[in-house]
C-alpha cells in the first residue's frame, strides 16, 4: 500500500469526511483513517438527523451558514442523495430570555428573515405548540434538518469517487510532524503525507496533546429520543419546523436547550436536551439512556407539545466534545502549519460540517481560509489550555 500522500484525515465523521471530499475533489491524493467503520454509533455524527439553521445568537455562525447551505446542496447534486430538508425554525422562551433576544437581534442586523410571534400567533401556525403567556416565538423560515448519517456516507462517497483512499479499523497512535510533512502512525502501520487534517471528535484530546497542544476539551454523554407521536402527520416536515426552547436551567443553572427535530425519515419524532450530559471517556461511555432524562422531556411535552407525550420508539447515546465557551476550534496548529485542526464542536458542528470541512482543506492546502474564524483561534486558550 502507497505509504506517502499529499494530505492525510484522521476521522470519518462529517468534519473528516467532507475534508476528504474537499482535498480530493481539489485533486490531493487522500487518506483517510477511521478508527471504527464508516458511520458507526460511537462518536457524533450518526443518526437520522441534525438541525441546521441561521438563528444564532453570535454572529459568527452566520457566515458559516452562508457557507453550509450551498455546500450541501452541491454535495447533494454530486451524490444524487437527499439531505437538506428545510423545515423552518421555532425558537421560543420567554419574551426577555436574554438568548432568544440575541438570536433575534442577530438575525435583525445580518438582515435575514424571520418573525416574532405570540403564543397564539404559533399555535395558529402550528396546534402541536402550546406557549405560555409570557412567551414569545422565533421563526425563521430557513431552518432545517440534515439526514446525518447519510451525509457522512455521502460525503465518504464523493471523497472516493475522487480517488481518496479510506482505511477503517485504523485507529492512529501518534503524529510525528515534521518541517513539511508529517507521519502518522496506527498500531501496526506507518503513512506519511506534506499536510494533515485532525479531525478526531471526542478522541482530539489525547491525539492534540501528543503534538503540544493541550486544549481544554470535556467529552459529555448525550440522549437522544424518538416518540410514536399522536397524530404523526402533524410531525412530518412541512407541518412541523424544528424547535429550540430557551430559558431552562440546569441545577447548576448552566443553560440547556429543549429542542427537536420532525420526523424525516421514518425514524420517529426527535427530541433531546441541549448540554444535558455528564463528563465521559468516549472509549468507556455508558450506550444506555437514562429514563429519567426521557421523563424529564415528557414534562417539557405536556407543558408545550402534548401530542408528543407518546411512546418512545427508540433511545441513543451520543457524544459532545465540550470548550468552555462552546465555540469551536477550528484552526492551524500554531507551529506546523500543514496540520489543520477541527475540534470541540461543543453539540452544534454538525450543520456547519461541510464548511469545516472546507476550512480546514483550505488551511493545509492554502495556508488561510475566506471565511473569518478568528472566534475559533485555538490561541483563545492559553498555553496550559485554561
Ligand atoms: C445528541 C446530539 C445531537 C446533536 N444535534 C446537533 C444538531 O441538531 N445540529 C448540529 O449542528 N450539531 C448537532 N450535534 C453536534 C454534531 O453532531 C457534532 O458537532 C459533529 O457530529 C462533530 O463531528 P466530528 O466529525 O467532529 O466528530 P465525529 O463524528 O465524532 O468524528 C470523529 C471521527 O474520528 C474518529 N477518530 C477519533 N480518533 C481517532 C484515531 N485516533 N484514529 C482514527 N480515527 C479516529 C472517530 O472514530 C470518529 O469517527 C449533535 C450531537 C449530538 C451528540
Keep these: 500500500m502507497d505509504r506517502h500522500y499529499d494530505a492525510i484525515v484522521i476521522g470519518m465523521g462529517v468534519v473528516g469526511s467532507t475534508a476528504a471530499w474537499h482535498l480530493a475533489r481539489a485533486g490531493q491524493r487522500v487518506l483517510v483513517l477511521e478508527q471504527f467503520e464508516l458511520d458507526h454509533q460511537n462518536g457524533s455524527s450518526y443518526g437520522s438527523s441534525r438541525i441546521i439553521r441561521y438563528a444564532y445568537d453570535h454572529p459568527a455562525y452566520i457566515p458559516l451558514a ?16 437527499e439531505l437538506l430538508y428545510v423545515v423552518g425554525g421555532l425558537d421560543f422562551g420567554a419574551a426577555d430570555e436574554d438568548t432568544l433576544i440575541a438570536t433575534r437581534d442577530v438575525l435583525a442586523d445580518e438582515g435575514m428573515a424571520y418573525e416574532w410571534l405570540t403564543p ?19 421563526y425563521q423560515p430557513d431552518g432545517g ?12 462517497r464523493m471523497a472516493l469517487k475522487h480517488g481518496a483512499t479510506l482505511q477503517t479499523g485504523a485507529r492512529v497512535t501518534a503524529i510525528e510532524p515534521h518541517n513539511d510533512s508529517v507521519t502518522v502512525r496506527t498500531a501496526d502501520e506507518s503513512f506519511s503525507a506534506a499536510r494533515l487534517v485532525i479531525s478526531a471528535g471526542s478522541w482530539s484530546g489525547p491525539l492534540l496533546r501528543g ?21 404523526p402527520a402533524a410531525f412530518l416536515p412541512g407541518r412541523m ?15 440547556l436547550h429543549f429542542y427537536g ?22 472509549d468507556n461511555t455508558l450506550r444506555r439512556v437514562d429514563d429519567s432524562v426521557c421523563e424529564t422531556l415528557r414534562a ?87
Excluded at 330 to 359: M, R
Design 66 to 81: 452562508h457557507r453550509s447551505y450551498p455546500l450541501w446542496r452541491e454535495l447533494e447534486s454530486e451524490s444524487g442523495d
Design 120 to 138: 397564539e400567533e404559533v399555535s395558529a401556525r402550528f396546534p402541536q405548540f402550546r406557549l405560555d403567556d409570557h412567551m414569545m416565538g422565533l
Design 145 to 156: 434538518a440534515l439526514a446525518a448519517s447519510r451525509c457522512v456516507v455521502a460525503a465518504a
Design 211 to 231: 503534538i503540544g497542544l493541550d486544549l481544554p476539551l470535556q467529552v459529555t454523554r448525550e440522549q437522544l429520543f424518538f416518540f410514536d407521536t399522536q397524530d
Design 241 to 255: 419546523p424544528y424547535f429550540r426552547e430557551h430559558g431552562s436551567r440546569h441545577a447548576l443553572n448552566s443553560l
Design 261 to 282: 427535530i420532525p420526523n424525516i425519515d421514518g425514524c420517529g419524532f426527535k427530541a433531546s436536551i441541549h448540554t444535558n450530559g455528564e463528563p465521559t471517556d468516549p
Design 300 to 386: 417539557f411535552f405536556r407543558r408545550h407539545l402534548p401530542l408528543a407525550d407518546s411512546p418512545l420508539k427508540t433511545g441513543r447515546v451520543c457524544l459532545y466534545t465540550m470548550t468552555p465557551d462552546e465555540h469551536f476550534i477550528l484552526d492551524s496548529h500554531p507551529e506546523h502549519a500543514h496540520i489543520a485542526i477541527g475540534a470541540g464542536f461543543s453539540g452544534h458542528g454538525f450543520k456547519f460540517g461541510v464548511a469545516s470541512g472546507e476550512i480546514l482543506a483550505d488551511l493545509v492546502t492554502k495556508g488561510a481560509t475566506d471565511l473569518e474564524i478568528s472566534l475559533f483561534a485555538q490561541s483563545r486558550f492559553g498555553a496550559n489550555g485554561d
